[in-house]
């Protein structure tokens, strides 16, 4: 229905350039579209519309939240999309979506599996704090620096 | 007081003509003093313009809507529209049309609303809720509350939804929540289809009213087209609406589970739709417009794209045909009805229009009259690749994969002349600053400080400053003598020995900025260039530029780099950046002269010109041994001596006492040092073993041979 090719933009590094075409066929089955967004966040959904910023309006969208070979679905709805915060935008082959080696699991345990992996690093984190301070070295957290 | 009776049809704002506000204000002004009772006298059904005098502004708003619904009521046009059946008769009639009066549809409101449809309770807000006009009349309007802000349809904003737009009805069975939402199951869900008024005031409609009339495909500015025939034709589009809409019911309907408590209707017997298939199915033809096989303008896809749009679209249309080609009537009728049951209602929100026009603004972005410029690492990286395909496709393979690429528009840059900003009405020309026309704000004085002020620690600074500056310079030069070759091919014939004579200048500018600017003849101090080689980007620099100097001025650049080598490689420890050098150097020495190399060999051995006594130890050697490149280098150097020796020019060197001397030297330092100390160099020349055969007896050749390794397979 919408497909979408991208490229870098010339002259400004941080926004896509993307053709957007029809597919002229009426009774094709819609394209089911992956967005990857700043904050980690895999959405899948079907793209129903977009504009030059990449804003993006998300049908029937659902948050796949990946640990480890385990992936959970949450449902969300209809998804606008503030167009900076899209890393990057694809489609869905729907005949190879299910040939994945990944393992779907309910809700309530994937997140569960996301809560241990998060405390797990952590963990690690603090440990790794501790002896660089112990060595009179600190190295800053990447939320404390600048982003440019 | 109410000296004309404006007839109730004409719409309240025509009412005032343009003198008569002056004299509404009075009257206005004047009633206000009258008694409230003088009010409730007056026929409010006829004269409006009084009534609206009569009130205070609060109840403007209510009156507005009143007299609107009225107009409706008493417009003549309107009730002609109106079916002849009596209204209260039409309950959960499908015959009544939108355009029905205000008071049919207040009648249907009630069956309506249990079924909870997001359309019905647009319209539920549309009219204020309240019982027959006639009752209000006698009542005191002041008391009424005032009905919501939104409540007119012709004088403000758009009415509420009660319900988002976009959320499916609730009649959608779902049958699980857990079912994966995205792939709807063509679930024969039979959903009670009860009249359904798509919205009067759209003309973009929501999806799920779109779906109404039974071409789900068609775009909202088609709608108007069909408005037309909602009326009479529902009924017998009742069950193929049904069809046509299991297929958007499932999907919406399912996503949105959550929002919606209500348990599934039960469905009509599926008998109900197998009668009816070829009427509605006729009725579809004639309303559905000619599917447009519109060709969209993909000549700014990238070629891969393209090409997999058009695969797939082939393969669909393939699908479409054998289905509908099946064979018995109902089986290919059933058959594309499934095939309507997976077609999304939701598919081209976006119009064509819109689309191109996002590819407009995109595709102007990447207009540009220099690519090179604008896009390098683009260009760059097609033009590797393009490489490599030429590359293989000499092997005779032929072009293994259409490495094709996206086609910019390359448009000429018109030439923006800019015109500063002119105010109107203003005297003169008013100095506005902006980007392309910056005024001073400031008034900077540049005041140069004396030597005598500087410290020293400000001096060091300064002066690597300088360096660094000077490092860009020559950097920049450095890019555009690199560039040449690219613009040279661009360039028209008669530019070419203008631009290779800026091409030289720039190289012999950038040696001047290495060496240091123009001393005077000789050049006394390395000082300069050993800055420039303290930091890592000069000595890349210095790297990319030696294929470009001329013999002299790379073996004069070799030559200073020898000298300093120790000190150079003290402030390259950690860096480890000099063995870049390494290539252009061998590169360099490969056609010096054999006296050249010889210096050369002097200047890595830090000898005096006249041969002295030979220190116990030689500092500078030994340094030059313990670094990588260090050794490499003198490895180089004595590989090219070597085959100066071999080549028939050798002669020359054999009588160089000089180099006798330096070979003796070296040898000595060579077995002096101790294996461990000794750096690994990048490659061992293989023809140092002879070199050294000439110079050193059989026992210590054994020895060099082993510490050095010189042999191949001893590893």
């Known amino acids: 229905m919408l497909s979408f090719e991208f490229g870098l933009c010339i002259n400004c590094n941080q926004c896509l350039i993307f053709s957007v075409t029809t597919n002229a066929d009426l009774t094709s089955l819609p394209e089911k579209h992956l967005v990857l967004l700043r904050d980690g966040r895999t959405l899948i959904g079907y793209l129903r519309s977009i504009d030059q910023f990449a804003n993006l309006v998300l049908h029937q969208t659902v948050e796949r939240i990946h640990v480890g070979k385990k992936y959970g679905d949450i449902p969300r709805g209809i998804f606008v999309v503030r167009g900076e915060n899209v890393v990057l935008l694809g489609e869905i082959d729907l005949e190879k979506e299910s040939d994945t080696p990944l393992q779907q699991v309910s809700i309530e345990e994937i997140l569960e599996e996301q809560r241990v992996e998060q405390q797990a690093k952590q963990e690690s984190e603090k440990l790794k704090v501790q002896a660089l301070k112990e060595r009179g070295l600190s190295i800053p957290r990447a939320d404390t620096l600048d982003e440019y | 007081m109410s000296g004309t009776k404006v007839p109730a049809s004409l719409p309240f704002c025509g009412s005032f003509a343009d003198d008569d506000w002056q004299e509404a204000h009075e009257r206005l002004a004047e009633l206000e003093d009258k008694p409230a009772t003088a009010r409730e006298l007056e026929d409010g059904a006829v004269s409006d313009e009084m009534d609206l005098l009569g009130h205070h502004e609060e109840n403007l708003a209510e009156r507005l809507s009143k007299l609107v619904i009225e107009n409706e009521l008493e417009d003549p046009a309107i009730m002609q529209a109106v079916q002849t059946q009596p209204p209260m008769q039409q309950p959960g009639g499908l015959n009544s ?15 309506l609303l249990t079924q909870e449809m997001p359309s019905v309770s647009v319209l539920e807000y549309a009219m204020p809720q309240r019982p027959l006009q006639g009752q209000e009349d006698e009542r005191d309007l002041s008391e009424r509350a005032l009905p919501r802000r939104s409540s007119s349809p012709v004088i403000g904003s758009p009415p509420v939804r009660a319900v988002p737009i976009g959320t499916p ?98 469905a009509p017997p599926p008998s109900q739709q197998q009668q009816h298939p070829p009427c509605p199915g006729s009725h579809l033809q004639n309303l559905r417009p000619h599917p447009q096989m519109f060709r969209p ?22 699908q479409h045909r054998s289905l509908n080609g099946s064979a018995g009537d109902r089986a290919g009728h059933r058959s594309s009805q499934q095939e309507q049951l997976r077609k999304d209602p939701y598919a081209n929100l976006m119009l064509q229009r819109e689309k191109d026009w996002v590819s407009k603004i995109q595709m102007m972005q990447l207009q ?151 001393p005077g003849q000789e050049r006394p101090s390395d000082d300069h260039f050993v800055q420039i080689m303290c930091i890592r980007k000069g000595k890349r620099m210095v790297a990319r530029i030696l294929p470009f100097l001329s013999m002299e001025q790379a073996a004069d650049i070799l030559m200073a780099t020898a000298r300093n080598l120790p000190f150079l490689i003290k402030k390259d420890a950690q860096d480890e950046v000099l063995l870049c050098l390494l290539r252009p150097f061998s590169l360099v020495l490969y056609h010096l002269p054999s006296g050249t190399v010889t210096s050369l060999l002097q200047q890595l051995a830090n000898l005096p010109q006249s041969v002295t006594a030979p220190a116990p130890a030689n500092l500078h050697l030994a340094a030059v041994l313990q670094n990588k490149f260090g050794l490499s280098l003198l490895y180089l150097v004595l590989s090219r001596g070597e085959e100066l020796q071999n080549s028939n020019a050798g002669t020359e060197l054999m009588q160089d006492n000089q180099w006798t001397e330096l070979m003796s030297m070296t040898t000595r330092e060579l077995l002096r040092i101790p294996e461990a100390a000794l750096a690994k160099p990048v490659s061992t020349p293989s023809n140092l073993l002879s070199l050294f055969s000439r110079y050193v007896d059989q026992q210590k050749l054994n020895v060099l041979e082993t510490k050095l390794q010189l042999v191949q397979g001893i590893r």
């Open chain 2, 97 to 111: 049309s939108i355009w029905d009066g205000s008071a049919v549809l207040r009648r249907i409101r009630g069956p």
């Open chain 2, 169 to 266: 009805p609730k009649q959608a069975a779902v049958p699980n929540f857990n079912q994966q939402i995205l792939c709807p199951k063509p679930v024969h869900i039979r959903a009670p289809m009860q009249q359904r008024y798509p919205s009067p005031y759209g003309e973009r409609m929501s999806p799920n009213q779109l779906c109404n009339v039974p071409a789900g495909r068609m775009s909202p500015s088609q709608f108007a087209r069909v408005s037309g025939l909602v009326g009479s034709p529902l009924t017998s589009m009742n069950p193929k609406l049904l069809q046509g809409r299991v297929g958007q019911m499932m999907s919406p309907a399912s996503g949105f589970r959550a929002f919606f408590g209500a348990p599934p209707p039960s």
């Open chain 2, 297 to 318: 303008d993909t000549t700014h896809l990238h070629p891969q794209h393209r090409r997999l749009l058009h695969q797939r679209q082939q393969q669909n249309r393939n």
């Open chain 2, 368 to 518: 540009s009259t220099d690519p090179y410029l604008d896009d390098f690492y683009y260009q760059n990286y097609f033009q590797k690749l393009e490489k490599v395909s030429a590359a293989e496709e000499m092997h005779g393979d032929g072009p293994k994969k259409e490495r094709t690429k996206l086609i910019t528009p390359q448009v000429a840059k018109l030439e923006h002349a800019y015109k500063p900003v002119q105010f109107e009405g203003s005297l003169g020309k008013l100095t506005v600053s902006s980007v392309n026309n910056p005024r001073k704000m400031i008034d900077a004085v540049v005041t140069s400080r004396s030597e005598d002020d500087e410290t020293k620690e400000k001096q060091v600074r300064d002066k690597r400053r300088q360096t660094l500056v000077t490092i860009e310079k020559t950097y920049s030069l450095l890019l555009d003598v690199e560039d040449y070759e690219r613009r040279y091919l661009l360039s028209l014939e008669g530019e070419r020995p203008a631009l290779m004579e800026e091409r030289k200048q720039k190289i012999c500018d950038m040696y001047d900025n290495l060496r240091g600017k123009t």
